[in-house]
């Protein structure tokens, strides 16, 4: 029970992915309603209580509970190892079912050799569009970056399927993308990604609305150069 206003900016509850207040923000609660849940796509999260001096309210209570991840066991890949330097990831399904999963919230890691970087080739892609993809999306952050992002400075690009693809300049390096995080949607087939460093993330979120046939891509080490 927490001071209820149309944007939650007064009093609310808001919990983050991760392990600190710089993390993403993946709810943000106010009012009387029992909030919907939330999931991580790793083993932290990050909660902040937020009030002001107007009127004080009751309070929430919540669990935060364990639970097998259904993005697989594996979230780290070395493509080195083994002499491994191909992996094929495909986005989470049930057994016999042809879509991908409601309310999934997946991250995957990739790294390469010191001096390799990694190529994302996409075999399919069909995920739920809609205007900056803020319902489903598939998320390519490049770890040469990840500080610049979760410290707020980066600029995503937005890649909207057959709609759009944004290109927003980037203010800290003075360039143009693809120093950004990349968000697919839609149903077309994106290019291929070239990462600027020897590790990246690739991050899959979908909601209870629609699930869509989903992805399926390559991760392949290649030389820095070999572009």
Not at 37 to 57: A, C, E, K, M, Q
Request: proline share 4%; charged share 20%; aromatic share 12%.
């Amino acid at each position: 029970d927490q001071h209820r206003n149309d944007t939650c900016d007064c009093d609310y509850l808001e919990i983050l992915d991760g392990n600190g207040p710089f993390s993403q923000v993946i709810g943000r609660f106010c009012g009387h309603d029992v909030g919907r849940s939330v999931y991580s796509t790793g083993s932290s999260l990050y909660i902040r209580l937020v009030t002001d001096g107007n009127r004080p309210s009751t309070g929430f209570k919540l669990t935060v509970s364990m639970q097998e991840s259904p993005c697989g066991s594996q979230p780290f890949f070395n493509l080195t190892e083994h002499g491994k330097e191909v992996f094929t990831l495909t986005s989470p399904k049930l057994a016999g079912q042809s879509n991908y999963q409601p309310n999934l919230r997946c991250m995957w890691t990739f790294e390469s050799a010191y001096r390799d970087t990694l190529e994302i080739i996409f075999n399919k892609f069909n995920v739920e569009d809609s205007d900056n993809c803020t319902n489903d999306f598939l998320k390519i952050e490049d770890d040469f970056i990840k500080d610049y992002i979760t410290e707020g400075l980066g600029a995503d690009v937005t890649y909207r399927g057959q709609h759009s693809y944004s290109r927003a300049p980037n203010f800290y390096m003075g360039v143009a993308s693809p120093l950004g995080s990349h968000i697919y949607c839609g149903s077309s087939l994106p290019h291929e990604y070239f990462s600027q460093s020897s590790k990246l993330r690739i991050y899959f979120v979908s909601n209870s609305e629609k699930e869509f046939e989903g992805f399926n891509l390559t991760v392949r080490t290649i030389n820095a150069c070999s572009r």
